[in-house]
């Protein structure tokens, strides 16, 4: 069974650019999660999705990011314009609900750096 | 609000030796609580959690930790690593009111040397 998916894997862009990252998540799984992970951090949740709906966006910069889900199954988080302290690798995971015991898991990143 | 402390940002260890690396949290309630690994590019791995029940938690690759409830503690253990152990292990929480925000420590640089 394939894994969470992610693309691209790295991206290097400009400063007052836009980016736009996109996560598959595993098939039937119903939430899917953003987490931002600065260098030599633990990851740092951004945006939990449940089926289409956002239920979980208090630690995401609305002033500049945005994500949607649509149909419930692919994801894309954008930012718009970048700054420098965006650069960080953006992760993506998936479950299959939010029991307690729905392991989270984890594709493998986008590495954004902003120049 | 909940935190996850992990104590070490790096320990270096021999092959075969035994390793703890080690992990408090705090918290008011309940909480359930993981440990992932996360190998170079790669995304995270989960090795093991701990829900209920026994407070002493087997997981993949030969890893296990012991919840204690006392110490607000969840230190992971292995009793003899290998070259391929090398990697970033991520302690997190999760509080049984919070949904399934998972809320992770800053992460030990577990690094294997011949």
């Known amino acids: 069974e394939a894994g969470v998916v992610q693309s691209p894997r790295y991206k290097i862009i400009e400063k007052k650019q836009p980016v736009a990252f996109w996560c598959n998540p595993i098939s039937g799984h119903n939430t899917l999660y953003w987490y931002l992970q600065n260098l030599g951090q633990g990851p740092e949740l951004l945006i939990r999705?449940?089926?289409?709906?956002?239920?979980?966006d208090s630690q995401l910069p609305k002033d500049r990011f945005s994500a949607e889900r649509l149909k419930g199954v692919d994801s894309t988080l954008k930012i718009q314009p970048a700054e420098l302290g965006d650069s960080a690798v953006y992760l993506c995971?998936?479950?299959?609900?939010?029991?307690?015991?729905?392991?989270?898991?984890f594709g493998p990143g986008t590495r954004l750096t902003v120049l | 609000a909940q935190s996850v402390t992990q104590l070490d940002s790096q320990v270096p260890v021999f092959e075969e030796a035994p390793v703890e690396l080690r992990c408090n949290y705090s918290s008011s309630v309940s909480v359930y609580l993981f440990w992932y690994v996360q190998y170079p590019n790669q995304g995270l791995q989960l090795l093991l959690k701990?829900?209920?029940?026994?407070?002493l938690v087997k997981g993949i690759n030969g890893f296990e930790a012991e919840f204690n409830k006392s110490q607000t503690s969840f230190h992971l253990r292995k009793p003899s690593v290998h070259i391929s152990d090398t990697a970033e292990y991520f302690c997190a929480v999760r509080l049984e009111t919070s949904g399934s925000r998972l809320t992770f420590g800053e992460g030990t640089q577990l690094t294997v040397n011949p």
């Open positions: 701990y829900l209920s029940g026994s407070t």
């Open positions: 999705y449940e089926n289409e709906e956002a239920v979980d």
């Open positions: 995971a998936s479950s299959l609900g939010t029991s307690f015991t729905d392991t989270q898991y």
